[in-house]
């Protein structure tokens, strides 16, 4: 987790709080280490459209 949160420039703390209100918005599921997307049309709009592939 720290990898990712220093690859978008933020810490571990505010990336978690992210996906635990992401999570509870049902847009995504968190097990573990892993992440499920539900709801590509919230990731959309969360990112502003911007994709990075």
């Given at each position: 987790m720290d990898e990712v949160a220093s690859l978008i420039g933020t810490t571990k703390r505010h990336l978690n709080r992210i996906l635990k209100k992401w999570s509870e918005e049902e847009a995504i599921i968190r097990?573990?280490?892993?992440l499920q997307i539900l709801n590509w049309e919230k990731m959309k709009q969360y990112s502003n459209d911007?994709?990075?592939e």
């Open positions: 097990n573990g280490d892993t911007v994709r990075f």
